[in-house]
Structure formats: structure tokens, C-alpha cells
């Protein structure tokens, strides 16, 4: 096996561990156990079972699975659906064909291509948590945290940043689906071109060559939601935690640690955390590449795409 997969599962395996820091974390600063987790805001109604070591442990399991099968899915779905409306819109423009195209492992690749699918879930999750915390309500919150919740101050960006562990199992899940579908593209060697692959690039007049891969066409769109309004987004959330914990501090004279370390130290790490959770289906699709080209032939050529570039009808 190549030395990237042995870096990938130690990177994963790291992912693993640092998702399990709110629990360990305040054990050691306090010399306790983690039954400190029992008051406040982290004992609420049926979301108590998400604030328990070996449910949270589940639910970092849990993360990877859904990258992995949002991804098939998505191969299975979106591959042929993507490649049908690309030709429907340039089919009379462009020229399709397959060219030969070796990918080697690459812990460098893996991480660089990890960044869109994470991003964009990050926007889709934090998006969706602002949106029941923000515009359902308190009886919504009721529902699921219990009578006793409170959502003052600091408690309103602890309540997303929560909900962002629930909502980000099914953001992982959706936005590995719309993405892995390019890579197959990618991978295949899938291009398309205004003129014909094997022409001089001066040969048509009026024309500037432009040959870029399918799988890059549709990733380029979408890069909306994953670019620098996802990290303003993130830089917003970051900075009211610190200022309405500030703000609780002035008021009361303290900090519960579980806010400190949810707020201030994993919402900074998520998007890290969420990258290297995707190793495994990264990993998972080199191990498997021969197989992915084959299948995004097969369906070039249902489409009616030769396996090499020629001259468009």
C-alpha cells in the first residue's frame, strides 16, 4: 500500500480524537470525570444523548460513513445527470472525448480536494443551525432540548454550534453527493473543447482554444457556496461566540469551561476536523480509480461520447 494511504488513516485517525476534545479537555483541566457535562445547557431533554461520550463517539463514526455514502450516491446519481445537462447545453458547441489520465495516491490531492466539499458543507450546515435557532423558535428549541432551555447570550451560539454537530451529519452527507461526481469526471480524463483536440490551436480562425474538463466546469459552479462568503460567515459566528461570552462574563463573573471550549476552541477546528474526515472516501476512491473510469466511459458513451476526441457532428 502507498505511504499516502498510511498518512491518511493517521491523519483520520487524528480527526477522530480531536471531535472527543469537549469531553476529555475539561476532564483534565478539572481533575474530574465526564459527569461535568451533567448541568447547563449540555443536559437538555433528548439532546442529552448527543452530549454523552460514547454517543458523541458514535457520532464521529458516524461523519465519515455519511461522506463515504453521500459519495456513492452521488456517483451513481449525479455522474450520469451532470454529464447529460453539460451536453445538453454545449453539445452543439463543444467537442467531448476521453483522454488517457493517470492518478497516483496523493495525501497533497486529497486534502486539496477535500477543501470544497468541506466548505460547502460548513456553509449548508451553519446556515441550516442559524435558521432553527434563529427563525423556529423557542418551542422548536423546547422540542429538542428540553423545557429549561434559556437562549440568552452566549446559550444562542452554543445552541448552533450544537445543532451544527446534527445538522452537519446531513450537510456532509448532501454536499458529498453534488461533489464527488466531479471528481469522476476528472479522474476519467473527461474533456471538452471548442475545436477539435488534435488541431493546431492557431487552425480556427476567430477562435481561442479552450479545453477544460468536465468534471472542473461543474465544480467551478459549485465553488459559490464554498469561497470567502463561507469564511466571513465562519469569522461572524466566531467572533459573536467571543463577544457574548465576554459579554456573560461581565455579567456574571464567569465562564462555564463546556462553552469555552465548544465556542472558542472546536467551532475554529471544525473545518479542519470535517477535511480530515473525508480522507477515508478520498482514499477509498484512488483505491478504486481504474473502476470509476470505466463506469464514466460506459456513460460517455450512452451519451454518445467516443472514447477519444474527434470532430463534432
Same mark, same amino acid.
Given at each position: 500500500?502507498?505511504?499516502?494511504?498510511?498518512?491518511?488513516?493517521?491523519?483520520?485517525?487524528?480527526?477522530?480524537?480531536?471531535?472527543?476534545?469537549?469531553?476529555?479537555?475539561?476532564?483534565?483541566?478539572?481533575?474530574?470525570?465526564?459527569?461535568?457535562?451533567?448541568?447547563?445547557?449540555?443536559? #437538555? @431533554?433528548?439532546? &442529552?444523548?448527543?452530549?454523552?461520550?460514547?454517543?458523541? *463517539? %458514535?457520532?464521529?463514526? +458516524?461523519?465519515? $460513513?455519511?461522506?463515504?455514502?453521500?459519495?456513492?450516491?452521488?456517483?451513481?446519481?449525479?455522474?450520469?445527470?451532470?454529464?447529460?445537462?453539460?451536453?445538453?447545453?454545449?453539445?452543439?458547441?463543444?467537442?467531448?472525448?476521453?483522454?488517457?489520465?493517470?492518478?497516483?495516491?496523493?495525501?497533497?490531492?486529497?486534502?486539496?480536494?477535500?477543501?470544497?466539499?468541506?466548505?460547502?458543507?460548513?456553509?449548508?450546515?451553519?446556515?441550516?443551525?442559524?435558521?432553527?435557532?434563529?427563525?423556529?423558535?423557542?418551542?422548536?428549541?423546547?422540542?429538542? #432540548? @428540553?423545557?429549561? &432551555?434559556?437562549?440568552?447570550?452566549?446559550?444562542?451560539? *452554543? %445552541?448552533?454550534?450544537? +445543532?451544527?454537530? $446534527?445538522?452537519?451529519?446531513?450537510?456532509?452527507?448532501?454536499?458529498?453527493?453534488?461533489?464527488?461526481?466531479?471528481?469522476?469526471?476528472?479522474?476519467?480524463?473527461?474533456?471538452?473543447?471548442?475545436?477539435?483536440?488534435?488541431?493546431?490551436?492557431?487552425?480556427?480562425?476567430?477562435?481561442?482554444?479552450?479545453?477544460?474538463?468536465?468534471?472542473?466546469?461543474?465544480?467551478?459552479?459549485?465553488?459559490?457556496?464554498?469561497?470567502?462568503?463561507?469564511?466571513?460567515?465562519?469569522?461572524?459566528?466566531?467572533?459573536?461566540?467571543?463577544?457574548?461570552?465576554?459579554?456573560?462574563?461581565?455579567?456574571?463573573?464567569?465562564?462555564?469551561?463546556?462553552? %469555552?471550549?465548544?465556542? +472558542?476552541?472546536?467551532?475554529?477546528?471544525?473545518?479542519?476536523?470535517?477535511?480530515?474526515?473525508?480522507?477515508?472516501?478520498?482514499?477509498?476512491?484512488?483505491?478504486?480509480?481504474?473502476?470509476?473510469?470505466?463506469?464514466?466511459?460506459?456513460?460517455?458513451?450512452?451519451?454518445?461520447?467516443?472514447?477519444?476526441?474527434?470532430?463534432?457532428?
Amino acid at each position: 500500500m502507498a505511504r499516502a494511504y498510511w498518512y491518511g488513516i493517521v491523519l483520520f485517525i487524528v480527526a477522530l480524537f480531536l471531535q472527543l476534545i469537549p469531553f476529555l479537555l475539561p476532564a483534565i483541566l478539572t481533575g474530574g470525570v465526564l459527569n461535568i457535562w451533567t448541568g447547563d445547557i449540555f443536559s #437538555f @431533554g433528548i439532546y &442529552v444523548t448527543l452530549s454523552a461520550f460514547w454517543d458523541q *463517539t %458514535l457520532n464521529n463514526l +458516524l461523519m465519515p $460513513v455519511m461522506i463515504i455514502l453521500g459519495g456513492l450516491f452521488g456517483a451513481i446519481l449525479f455522474v450520469p445527470l451532470y454529464l447529460w445537462v453539460h451536453r445538453l447545453i454545449y453539445k452543439r458547441s463543444r467537442n467531448y472525448g476521453f483522454v488517457q489520465h493517470e492518478v497516483k495516491p496523493s495525501l497533497g490531492r486529497w486534502l486539496r480536494r477535500g477543501i470544497l466539499p468541506t466548505l460547502f458543507a460548513v456553509y449548508v450546515s451553519i446556515t441550516v443551525a442559524s435558521i432553527m435557532v434563529d427563525t423556529l423558535g423557542l418551542g422548536f428549541l423546547t422540542t429538542i #432540548f @428540553g423545557s429549561s &432551555v434559556d437562549p440568552f447570550l452566549e446559550d444562542v451560539i *452554543t %445552541l448552533k454550534i450544537m +445543532l451544527w454537530g $446534527v445538522t452537519g451529519l446531513a450537510a456532509t452527507f448532501i454536499c458529498s453527493a453534488l461533489v464527488v461526481p466531479t471528481w469522476f469526471l476528472d479522474d476519467a480524463g473527461l474533456l471538452t473543447s471548442n475545436v477539435r483536440i488534435d488541431n493546431p490551436l492557431d487552425a480556427a480562425p476567430n477562435h481561442l482554444p479552450n479545453i477544460s474538463g468536465v468534471g472542473f466546469w461543474l465544480a467551478r459552479l459549485l465553488k459559490g457556496y464554498a469561497g470567502i462568503a463561507v469564511i466571513l460567515l465562519y469569522i461572524t459566528i466566531l467572533t459573536e461566540a467571543i463577544v457574548l461570552s465576554w459579554e456573560y462574563f461581565l455579567l456574571y463573573g464567569f465562564v462555564e469551561l463546556p462553552y %469555552l471550549i465548544v465556542n +472558542l476552541l472546536m467551532f475554529p477546528l471544525y473545518p479542519v476536523i470535517i477535511l480530515l474526515l473525508c480522507l477515508p472516501l478520498l482514499m477509498l476512491l484512488d483505491y478504486f480509480v481504474e473502476s470509476r473510469q470505466r463506469y464514466v466511459v460506459r456513460i460517455g458513451g450512452w451519451l454518445g461520447i467516443e472514447e477519444h476526441f474527434d470532430k463534432k457532428s
